[in-house]
């Protein structure tokens, strides 16, 4: 069965390589749209089911792979930042704190729909004013959600990380290789 991730991001591209999954992509084009009182881990859900069924329209007969992350501080979901000035902002409220983020997938196909969220505890150390303006210059934090990359420079920066990596990242590997065998999208020798 083709498998199409319905995703932009290179880490999810990535993430999907190590595991050894052939897949083409196809973007979702329509805005999200969230309804209103939904809680972080029905935002993330209901977000990577967005932009899976948009692709699963357009590849009726494939298995469909959406995803989305969302990083939250206080309670406060930190998108991406506006601007590098924003970066320099939220990286001085999560430094010697702890984040939690968010990721949720969803695997549908006609017929069958599996959603699922993970969640991951970040905690950042310390950093200098210093230290956060050069993360900032080099431009990595400035496409994702919480300003930082845990795969790049903003590793240095991590302290400790209570769950899977690969949330953090984007993509938990480990629920969505359960996810794509329920599905019967994939087997366990790749035959």
Known sequence: MELILASQSPRRRDIMRYMGLKYQTEVCTEPEQTPAGL???????HLAKQKAAFALRLHPDACVIGADTIVVLDGEILGKPSSPDDAVRTLNRMQGRTHTV?????VLK?????????????????MTEKEIRWYVSTGEPLDKAG???????????????????????????????EMLLNAEAITEDRT
């Not at 990359?149 to 590997?173: H, K, R, W």
């Open 102 to 106: 968010y990721t949720g997938v969803a």
């Open 39 to 45: 809680s972080v881990s029905e935002t993330v859900m």
């Open 110 to 126: 006609a017929g069958y729909a599996d959603v699922r969220y993970d969640a991951t505890r970040v905690r950042f150390r310390p």
């Open 147 to 177: 300003s930082y990359g845990v795969q790049g420079f903003g590793s240095v920066f991590v302290d400790s990380i209570e769950g899977n990596y690969f949330t953090v990242v984007g993509l938990p590997a480990p629920m969505l290789y």
